[in-house]
Protein backbone atom coordinates (compact mmCIF):
# COMPACT_ATOMS: atom_id res chain seq x y z
CA UNK A 1 0.00 0.00 0.00
CA UNK A 2 1.26 4.03 -0.79
CA UNK A 3 -0.16 7.29 -0.41
CA UNK A 4 1.43 10.61 -0.76
CA UNK A 5 0.96 12.66 2.21
CA UNK A 6 -0.18 15.98 2.38
CA UNK A 7 -3.42 17.53 3.79
CA UNK A 8 -6.19 15.11 4.22
CA UNK A 9 -4.06 11.94 3.84
CA UNK A 10 -3.35 11.67 7.92
CA UNK A 11 -6.44 9.09 8.50
CA UNK A 12 -5.87 6.79 5.41
CA UNK A 13 -2.13 6.58 6.15
CA UNK A 14 -2.97 6.06 9.61
CA UNK A 15 -5.38 3.39 8.22
CA UNK A 16 -3.01 1.90 6.26
CA UNK A 17 -0.15 1.75 8.77
CA UNK A 18 -2.53 -0.10 11.68
CA UNK A 19 -3.40 -3.04 8.97
CA UNK A 20 0.53 -2.97 8.11
CA UNK A 21 0.96 -3.07 11.71
CA UNK A 22 -1.15 -6.31 12.55
CA UNK A 23 -1.51 -7.97 8.81
CA UNK A 24 2.70 -7.68 8.43
CA UNK A 25 2.31 -5.87 5.15
CA UNK A 26 4.30 -3.40 3.41
CA UNK A 27 3.05 0.21 3.21
CA UNK A 28 5.03 3.51 1.35
CA UNK A 29 4.66 7.39 2.38
CA UNK A 30 5.60 9.33 -0.15
CA UNK A 31 6.50 12.89 0.19
CA UNK A 32 7.05 12.93 4.15
CA UNK A 33 8.33 16.20 4.23
CA UNK A 34 5.37 17.60 2.57
CA UNK A 35 3.16 17.15 5.52
CA UNK A 36 5.09 19.09 8.56
CA UNK A 37 2.57 19.18 10.80
CA UNK A 38 1.98 15.64 11.23
CA UNK A 39 5.56 14.36 12.21
CA UNK A 40 5.01 13.66 15.49
CA UNK A 41 2.26 11.49 14.92
CA UNK A 42 4.33 10.48 12.02
CA UNK A 43 7.34 9.45 15.11
CA UNK A 44 4.64 7.58 17.64
CA UNK A 45 3.37 5.33 14.45
CA UNK A 46 7.30 4.59 14.19
CA UNK A 47 8.11 4.42 18.19
CA UNK A 48 4.91 1.78 18.04
CA UNK A 49 7.28 -0.43 15.82
CA UNK A 50 9.00 -1.65 18.83
CA UNK A 51 5.55 -3.02 20.43
CA UNK A 52 5.67 -7.01 20.60
CA UNK A 53 1.96 -7.07 18.80
CA UNK A 54 4.03 -6.33 15.06
CA UNK A 55 2.77 -8.34 12.18
CA UNK A 56 5.97 -10.80 11.07
CA UNK A 57 6.89 -8.49 7.80
CA UNK A 58 5.73 -5.56 8.52
CA UNK A 59 7.84 -2.93 6.36
CA UNK A 60 7.31 0.96 6.62
CA UNK A 61 9.18 3.08 3.76
CA UNK A 62 8.95 6.63 4.04
CA UNK A 63 9.99 8.80 1.37
CA UNK A 64 11.52 12.37 1.55
CA UNK A 65 13.14 15.62 0.41
CA UNK A 66 15.84 17.42 2.81
CA UNK A 67 13.53 18.68 5.42
CA UNK A 68 14.47 20.47 8.80
CA UNK A 69 10.97 19.34 10.63
CA UNK A 70 12.01 15.88 9.92
CA UNK A 71 12.37 13.81 13.05
CA UNK A 72 15.75 13.09 14.33
CA UNK A 73 14.51 9.99 15.90
CA UNK A 74 13.43 8.65 12.75
CA UNK A 75 16.37 9.31 10.48
CA UNK A 76 18.77 7.55 13.38
CA UNK A 77 16.37 4.38 13.82
CA UNK A 78 15.60 3.87 10.53
CA UNK A 79 18.14 2.79 7.33
CA UNK A 80 18.45 5.27 4.99
CA UNK A 81 19.34 5.25 1.18
CA UNK A 82 19.96 8.03 -0.72
CA UNK A 83 19.80 9.59 -4.38
CA UNK A 84 22.30 12.27 -5.10
CA UNK A 85 22.64 14.71 -7.87
CA UNK A 86 25.21 14.02 -10.43
CA UNK A 87 25.48 17.89 -11.76
CA UNK A 88 28.85 18.28 -10.55
CA UNK A 89 30.07 15.09 -11.87
CA UNK A 90 29.76 16.27 -15.11
CA UNK A 91 31.24 19.36 -14.68
CA UNK A 92 34.30 17.66 -13.04
CA UNK A 93 34.66 15.18 -15.73
CA UNK A 94 34.64 17.98 -18.59
CA UNK A 95 37.29 19.41 -16.30
CA UNK A 96 39.64 16.97 -16.16
CA UNK A 97 39.00 16.07 -19.86
CA UNK A 98 39.90 19.90 -21.40
CA UNK A 99 43.20 19.07 -20.00
CA UNK A 100 44.33 16.59 -22.78
CA UNK A 101 45.59 18.14 -26.00
CA UNK A 102 43.62 16.88 -29.02
CA UNK A 103 47.74 16.35 -30.32
CA UNK A 104 48.28 13.88 -27.51
CA UNK A 105 45.40 11.86 -28.49
CA UNK A 106 45.85 11.90 -32.51
CA UNK A 107 49.97 10.92 -32.03
CA UNK A 108 48.95 7.92 -29.89
CA UNK A 109 49.32 4.60 -32.19
CA UNK A 110 45.65 3.37 -30.43
CA UNK A 111 43.46 5.94 -30.05
CA UNK A 112 40.46 4.37 -29.96
CA UNK A 113 41.83 2.30 -26.81
CA UNK A 114 43.29 5.61 -25.35
CA UNK A 115 39.57 6.95 -25.61
CA UNK A 116 38.21 4.74 -24.17
CA UNK A 117 40.59 3.97 -21.33
CA UNK A 118 41.03 8.31 -20.53
CA UNK A 119 36.89 7.88 -20.69
CA UNK A 120 36.84 5.63 -17.82
CA UNK A 121 40.03 7.01 -15.49
CA UNK A 122 38.58 10.35 -15.69
CA UNK A 123 34.94 8.89 -14.54
CA UNK A 124 36.11 6.99 -12.19
CA UNK A 125 38.57 9.75 -10.93
CA UNK A 126 35.35 12.58 -10.68
CA UNK A 127 33.18 10.06 -8.80
CA UNK A 128 35.94 9.70 -6.27
CA UNK A 129 36.39 13.32 -5.98
CA UNK A 130 32.98 13.38 -5.74
CA UNK A 131 32.38 11.18 -2.78
CA UNK A 132 34.97 12.85 -1.07
CA UNK A 133 33.18 16.10 -0.27
Known amino acids: MSIS ?4 QDK ?10 SE ?13 SWMPTLSK ?9 VGDGCRL ?9 FPVKILQDGI ?9 LKNMMLGNLMNID ?3 IRECNK ?4 KRLLFSLTLFHSVLLDRVR
Not at 61 to 69: G, I
Not at 80 to 88: G, H, Q, V, W
Open 61 to 69: FLSTNESSS
Open 80 to 88: KITIESNAD
Open 45 to 53: MIESLKDPD
Open 5 to 8: LGQG
Open 24 to 36: GGWVLFQNTHVFE
Open 12 to 21: LAKEYFLKAK
Open 102 to 104: DDD
Open 111 to 114: AHEF
